[in-house]
């Protein structure tokens, strides 16, 4: 197992392209289950997680080939067989073959997903509203297994707006009997990317980007060629790297639209932004302000995948900020880290903590605990005076490709170890 070892106080410069987004690519990637013929997705991270989920639809016959951040299926061999293994129990997203399966065989029977440690993750969601679709749950503690004689669209309120629900429930509908309306959809950027690639598949959806999709069934899907959208949360992350080390970036790949919460909370730090079309440019900014509170919600509130690196930003803020983490009660476990380093805080609850700013870091070793703890850890690192040791990078891995080289490029001191 690796780790980082960061010499932090560098100031980021130049220009740096991200990478395909990891939440719609996955979702994209359990779609063209669906579609006949062969599908090619383009601009794929390669990820640990994209890995993982390729392996595991190969593993159930579709033919898969991951090169160039091109992945090319072919699912026209793919067989039915319980979703089982490694794998799937060490990776959440695993969840997103449940719609895609049921809708094509039927049945499905997958043992329950695992992955980050962020707190009670229930999969109620999912199986709620399948079940609306017409599916009957057969109980067993350890697996979900589901089974329909034929779905059919119907008016759906989720039971709660969640992301991976909402993408399993249209990836079941859009070739299910009829019309499904889906109320409290999630609209986060990669729900609507999904939305875009079944359309272009020849699925209709409408709605996209609202909490309210309307799919008319339709029988087959075909393949096509789709390029996943840019990864918001990456350019989030390389955002504050720049604003925390006094910094001058440009980054690009991204649709600033999709981070419009995010970067109002930037403003309000008085951090140094121009947008333009189709990147966001960091500029050396004054003194840094604390926010009275940022509160984590579903889009287009604050991305609860970057409170965790804002926080970071927050321990350079003058003065005292509130994190309000909504969704996940594990979320703000990170903040031990950062204490090591230096930073300080006050947690009210699990969901709410104050952080008191600006702090000067100091590099000691740490861990990362999720995918963005972990970044949160690395920005850390880049603000810190000395050297930071950071180890568990198996999870930053999951979800940032070559995050290293990429700050490399920026004129950071980071190497792997
Ligand atoms: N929840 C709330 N309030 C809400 C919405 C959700 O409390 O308004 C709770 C739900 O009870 C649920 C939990 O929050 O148990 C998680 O929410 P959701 O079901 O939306 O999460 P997910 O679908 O399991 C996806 C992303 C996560 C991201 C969340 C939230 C993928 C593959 N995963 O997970 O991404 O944190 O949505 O936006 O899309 C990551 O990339 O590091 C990651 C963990």
Same mark, same amino acid.
């Given at each position: 197992?690796?780790? !980082?070892?960061?010499n932090?106080? %560098?100031k980021?410069?130049?220009e740096?392209k991200?990478s ?7 979702p994209?990637i ?9 599908t090619v997705?383009?601009?794929v ?5 994209i890995r993982s989920l390729?392996?595991?639809i190969?593993s159930l016959g579709?033919?898969?080939k ?8 072919n699912?026209?061999?793919l067989?039915?067989a319980n979703?089982?293994?490694e ?9 997103l ?9 039927? %049945?499905?029977?997958m043992?329950y997903?695992?992955?980050?440690v962020l707190g009670?993750?229930?999969?109620d969601?999912?199986?709620l509203?399948?079940k609306e679709?017409?599916c ?9 297994i589901?089974?329909t ?16 629900a909402?993408? /399993? ?9 009829g019309?499904?309306?889906i ?11 999904l939305?875009?690639f079944?359309n272009?598949c020849?699925?209709?959806?409408k ?9 008319e069934?339709i ?8 390029s996943?959208?840019g990864?918001?949360?990456e350019a989030?992350? !390389?955002a504050?790297?720049?604003a925390?080390t ?6 690009t790949?991204i649709?600033p639209? *999709?981070l *419009?919460?995010f970067?109002?909370a930037?403003?309000?730090?008085n ?9 966001i ?18 889009y287009p509130? !604050?991305?609860? *995948?970057l409170?965790?690196?804002f ?11 509130k994190?309000?983490?909504?969704? !996940?009660?594990?979320?703000? /476990?990170?903040?031990f ?7 300080r805080?006050?947690?009210?609850n ?9 702090? %000067?870091?100091? #590099?000691?070793p740490?861990?990362?605990w999720?995918i ?13 005076? #000395?050297k ?7 999870y ?6 070559k995050i290293?080289?990429?700050l ?7 190497v792997?170890i």
């Open positions: 197992m690796g780790k !980082f070892i960061v932090g106080g %560098k980021l410069k130049g740096i991200v395909g987004s990891k939440n719609a690519a996955l994209v359990c779609a063209s289950l669906l579609c006949s013929g062969t997705i383009k601009n991270p390669d990820i640990s997680d390729l392996k595991i190969e579709c033919s898969v991951f090169q160039n951040h091109t992945v090319t299926i699912s026209a061999k067989k039915y979703i089982e293994g794998l799937v129990c060490k990776m959440r997203a695993s969840i073959l449940l719609g895609p399966m049921l809708a094509r065989f039927k %049945k499905v029977n043992s997903p695992g992955g980050c009670k993750r229930p999969v969601a999912h199986i509203a399948l679709l017409g009957k749950i057969i109980d067993d503690s350890q697996h979900i589901l089974v004689s034929q779905l059919k669209g119907a008016d759906i309120i989720m039971s709660e707006i969640s992301v991976t909402t993408e /399993n429930l249209i990836m079941a509908a859009v070739t299910a009997k019309k499904t309306v109320r409290l959809a999630a609209c986060e950027p990669h729900v609507q990317d939305c875009r079944l272009k020849g699925a209709k959806i709605g996209i980007g609202t909490h309210e999709l309307v799919i069934g029988k087959t899907l075909k393949s096509c060629t789709y996943v959208t990864d918001y949360l989030g992350t !390389f504050i790297a720049a925390i006094g910094g001058d970036i440009k980054i790949g649709n639209h *999709d *419009d919460s970067l109002q930037l403003k309000e730090t951090v140094n932004i121009e947008i333009c079309k189709s990147c440019c960091i500029k050396p900014s004054k003194e840094l302000k604390a926010v009275p509170k940022i509160r984590t919600a579903v509130s !604050f991305p609860t *995948d409170q965790a690196p926080a970071v930003l927050l321990t350079q803020a003058n003065g005292e900020s994190i309000y983490e909504t969704l !996940f009660e594990g979320r703000l /476990n990170y903040l880290e950062l204490e090591k380093m230096g930073a805080f006050e947690i009210i699990p969901h709410q903590a104050i952080i008191k700013g600006p702090r %000067k870091l100091k #590099g000691v740490i861990s990362s999720d963005r703890a972990g970044a949160a850890m690395i920005l850390a690192a880049l603000c810190a005076e #000395g930071t040791e950071i180890d568990n990078i198996e930053i891995d999951r979800g940032y490709e290293e080289k990429k490399q490029k920026l004129g950071a001191d980071i792997r």
